[in-house]
């Protein structure tokens, strides 16, 4: 029996410094969805039938499909960047800390 090739999507995921569930978030699809497509549980012909649209058009993916969300940005402000996802999962690890707001005014010496 001819044994299907895993997908790369875990070492790429890995090497974007994304968790499953990140992804799955940036994707749009579950996190179950990702654990499977990276195991080889479930297949991904649909992403190779896209690969083989730009192969033949001589394209790139984005210029083949013009992405239209369905809800208006009015309605669901969606995350546009990786430290957007962090920030709404609660993943963002903190870089650098708060500056404290209230400091004391400078002590004035008396003669």
Not at 61 to 71: P, T
Not at 72 to 89: G, V, Y
Request: glycine content about 6%; overall charge neutral.
């Amino acid at each position: 029996m001819k044994q299907k090739a895993k997908p790369r999507i875990a070492f790429l995921r890995e090497k974007a410094g994304l968790t499953q569930l990140e992804l799955s978030r940036l994707v749009g699809v579950t996190e179950s969805t990702i654990q499977n497509w990276e195991s080889g549980r479930t297949g991904t012909d649909h992403i190779d039938r896209i690969v083989k649209f730009c192969k033949a058009l001589g394209c790139q993916v984005d210029e083949l499909i013009d992405y239209v969300s369905d809800a208006t940005d009015e309605q669901t402000a969606k995350p546009t960047s990786l430290s957007d996802i962090r920030n709404l999962l609660g993943t963002e690890e903190a870089t650098q800390a708060v500056p404290n707001l209230e400091s004391p005014e400078p002590s004035r010496k008396s003669k």
